[in-house]
Every structure is written in structure tokens, then in C-alpha cells.
């Protein structure tokens, strides 16, 4: 976590992301989804996991 969250930091710096948004929650977020992917590929061999987890990554970090 320590590590996605000054990633997150270091894009809010950049203005890459919002400036109010908190690096922390980004960081339990984004390791949540990836996470959620895991177990719904390897437990439930669900196709359509990966494109949740896109869809999902991209409302937590915004628009490219």
C-alpha cells in the first residue's frame, strides 16, 4: 500500500490526479480491485473479471 499510495501522491503532485483526492484511499482502492480480480479469476474463473477491474481502476484514477 505504501508504494501505490505515494504513486498516487506523486500523480497528484503532477496534477495528474485530483489534488483533493487522498493518496491513501486511491491506494486501498485500486489494491481492492486488483484483489477482487484475483479471487474472481481464480476462484470463480470469471471472464469478464478483467474488464470490471479496468472499468473500475479507471472511476478511481479518472480519464486518460
Do not use: M, T, W, Y
Not at 3 to 19: F, H, M, N, T
Not at 23 to 46: C, R, Y
Amino acid at each position: 500500500l505504501k508504494v501505490l499510495a505515494g504513486e498516487a501522491r506523486a500523480a497528484i503532485e503532477a496534477d495528474e490526479l485530483p489534488a483533493d483526492e487522498e493518496p491513501e484511499q486511491i491506494a486501498f482502492e485500486l489494491l481492492s480491485i486488483a484483489v477482487g480480480l484475483n479471487q474472481a479469476h481464480q476462484l470463480h474463473a470469471d471472464g469478464a473479471a478483467p474488464g470490471r477491474a479496468r472499468r473500475a481502476a479507471r472511476r478511481v484514477l479518472g480519464p486518460a
